[in-house]
């Protein structure tokens, strides 16, 4: 039985330094702290919104500034980590100047499920940290995904599982409530090319750009259509779980560009959603676009903002590339 201290340990990687070591591991105390309070529910008074709109302009939920506060204090009390950013705060907040870590998180992902009992999760990216001896700010977050050190996520589900890729590969882990040790469940996560399983908000359908809706029509007409053989969806309503699924049996998630709203070019935030859920995906042999370009390779210019995703197994993510790149080849 191998527990994550002792992956982390033992892992022959040596690109796992003790600070990152250190930085994972305060993250998933928080889990377990998250992972209980969810556990009790409605008794724990964490159901419900906070009265408040973070700086998207969405409305928090309890549990939203409660996992935020969890993480930021803990974080900020580590000694390696020198900033943090949440979905939840307008600005990073700095932390230890001599910290080499800067983390990025969605506290609490798939919120709009809380309330029913259904899975959420945390998502979080760790990138270096270049300017020890000074307070880190906004800017010195807006590096590509391609610079993560490590990335992973806890699913709050019927069971708290972590996912994590640090250096290589992709490793899970399922917290056992009886020890609170999370006790390693798969070394080396892989994803299949080919899927017959998809994820998307349907009810968007309108707003999507034509070779996305021409690739559901596909889907849809199944055996009848070009594709010859039929498919079928799935739809966790929380990033993290369809990332999750899709890790466990292969899959294509996506979040695509709408015209739903001319200031949103997608729903899902690069620098603490699309980045790390990219890199896990990546690293397990699946692949990760905005539709046209790879998510890692992306720029940042805002920690907020925003982009639409495409990620999954690989072949069917690259044929989702190749209906937009025609389309644009049309035009
Ligand atoms: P968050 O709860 O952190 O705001 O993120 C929710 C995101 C994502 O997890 C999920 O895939 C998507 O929103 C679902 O949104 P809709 O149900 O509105 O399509
Ligand atoms: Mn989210
Ligand atoms: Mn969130």
Not at 162 to 183: K, N
Not at 192 to 209: F, G, H, K
């Amino acid at each position: 039985m191998t527990t994550l201290t002792s992956y982390l340990d033992t892992n022959k990687n040596t690109e796992i330094t003790p600070a990152l070591k250190d930085v994972i591991t305060t993250i998933t105390e928080v889990g377990k702290t998250i992972s209980q309070l969810l556990r009790k529910g409605a008794l724990a008074d964490i159901l419900g919104e906070a009265g408040q709109e973070n700086v998207q302009g969405e409305t928090q939920k309890k549990l939203d500034v409660l996992a935020n506060d969890l993480l930021l204090d803990a974080l900020t009390h580590n000694q390696h980590c020198a900033g943090v950013a949440s979905e939840e705060l307008d600005d990073a907040t700095p932390a230890n100047t001599e910290g080499s870590l800067l983390v990025l998180f969605d506290p609490l992902d798939g919120s709009s499920n809380i309330d029913i009992n259904m899975a959420v999760g945390t998502i979080f990216s760790i990138l270096p940290y270049q300017r020890q001896g000074h307070l880190s700010t906004n800017s010195d977050f807006l590096q590509a995904g391609n610079q993560q050190l490590a990335a992973g996520y806890l699913l709050y589900g019927t069971s708290t599982v972590f996912a994590l890729t640090v250096a290589e590969g992709v490793a899970m882990f399922s917290l056992d409530p009886d020890t609170g040790d999370y006790i390693l469940i798969e070394n080396d996560v892989r994803i299949d090319a080919d899927t017959s399983e998809y994820a998307i908000n349907s009810s968007n359908y309108r707003y999507w750009l034509a070779p996305m809706q021409q690739y559901i029509d596909e889907l849809i007409a199944g055996k009848t259509g070009v594709r010859g053989r039929d498919f079928n969806t799935r739809w966790v309503a929380a990033m993290v779980g369809d990332v999750h699924r899709i890790l466990c049996r292969g899959g294509l998630f996506t979040y695509p560009f709408d015209t739903k709203d001319p200031n949103k070019p997608g729903k899902l935030r690069l620098m603490y959603e699309a980045n790390p859920t990219s890199l896990l995906i990546e690293r397990a042999g699946g692949a990760a676009t905005d539709a046209t370009a790879r998510i890692l390779d992306i720029s940042p210019t805002d920690i907020h903002q925003r982009v639409p995703v495409v990620l999954g197994s690989k072949n069917e993510v690259d044929y989702i590339k190749k209906l937009h790149l025609q389309h644009a080849d049309n035009d």
